[in-house]
């Protein structure tokens, strides 16, 4: 098939591919321009849900971070502080 002196790749194409592709022409760029709409489609669609994960899990690792600074923890033991009720003395 592929040695220059028979062209063979050539006799091949030109005998059996090249007839039903002239054929079938309009039909087979309409079906990739389809595949290349979905395809397009999916990669949008697979960005913005990774885009989507990414952004809650930014926003996750800032919540830990910010609740296990020194400022806030202080913030929380106050807060818990405030919110007992005030113990009653026994006589």
Request: charged share 20%; with cysteine.
């Amino acid at each position: 098939m592929w040695y220059p002196k028979t062209k063979g790749t050539t006799y091949v194409y030109r005998t059996f591919f090249k007839p039903y592709i002239s054929q079938h022409e309009n039909e087979i760029d309409w079906n990739l321009l389809e595949l290349r709409a979905r395809a397009t489609n999916t990669v949008v669609l697979y960005f913005h849900k990774a885009a989507s994960a990414g952004q809650s899990t930014f926003f996750d690792i800032l919540k830990y971070v910010v609740a296990q600074s020194p400022s806030q923890k202080s913030r929380q033991c106050l807060h818990q502080e405030s919110q007992q009720p005030p113990q009653q003395q026994q006589p």
